[in-house]
């Protein structure tokens, strides 16, 4: 079993619409959780920390849910520009060992 | 201010080949990182070095690969001999500082090696 699981997708989504996508981790000791965005061909790019009581940034809000063991990431008013393969990370300890999911590939379509 | 740099952006060797895959961190930033993304696979972490020592390298695949950060400023990976499961893209990224494992990696854009 993966450490870190996430739908692979694609999830195609109408321009202007609500997308929402999970992963889950099955280390119960992880410490941090990231969302990354990454282009086709490009690096990963942080696009925010996951908080324990969740936090939003602009129209993107991650969740995170130590007891089942999962985050999301809620985007809303999709645009074009989003469609990119969203990471979901996971740090174990305090150093940056970071274990990254296979991704979710979103589509946003006019 | 110039970020994280690879050289080279693509490598072509044959099975058997050495290739050396050198990374320049952000100027000031301590820790660097090596990771990879094999065909059909997730990144995976391969080691992290705070300035010239090796912190943990424990995702090291096997002896074949060495990692060197002399002066604690760039890094190499050597891959020696490359077999065709090294196929893939390395990455590597760097952090200012450790605080607790939240602080933020800028990745460079990668090095695409193709074993043949």
């Known amino acids: 079993r993966k450490e870190v699981e996430q739908d692979p997708g694609p999830f195609n989504v109408p321009e202007g619409a609500t997308v929402a996508f999970n992963c889950t981790y099955s280390n119960s000791a992880s410490q941090s959780f990231f969302w990354y965005r990454q282009d086709c061909r490009k690096e990963p790019k942080l696009l925010m920390s996951v908080y324990s009581s969740g936090n939003e940034d602009g129209r993107f809000t991650a969740q995170l849910n130590r007891a089942s063991q999962y985050i999301s990431l809620l985007i809303r008013d999709s645009k074009l520009s989003d469609s990119a393969t969203y990471l979901c990370?996971?740090?174990?300890?305090?150093?940056?060992?970071?274990?990254f999911g296979g991704g979710t590939r979103v589509l946003v379509k006019p | 201010e110039a970020g994280v740099t690879q050289f080279p952006s693509h490598s072509v060797i044959e099975k058997g080949q050495t290739v050396t895959l050198r990374c320049d961190p952000i100027?000031?930033?301590?820790?660097l990182y090596w990771y990879r993304r094999v065909m059909g696979k997730e990144i995976k972490f391969l080691l992290h070095f705070v300035k010239e020592s090796k912190q943990d390298e424990s995702g090291m695949p096997n002896n074949r690969f060495l990692a060197e950060r002399t002066g604690g400023t760039y890094s190499t990976l050597k891959v020696q001999p490359a077999e065709l499961e090294d196929s893939g893209v390395y990455f590597c990224a760097s952090s200012q500082g450790a605080t607790g494992g939240r602080e933020k990696l800028f990745f460079g854009s990668g090095t695409q090696l193709s074993v043949l």
């Open positions: 100027s000031g930033h301590d820790n």
């Open positions: 990370v996971v740090n174990r300890a305090a150093g940056n060992k970071l274990t």
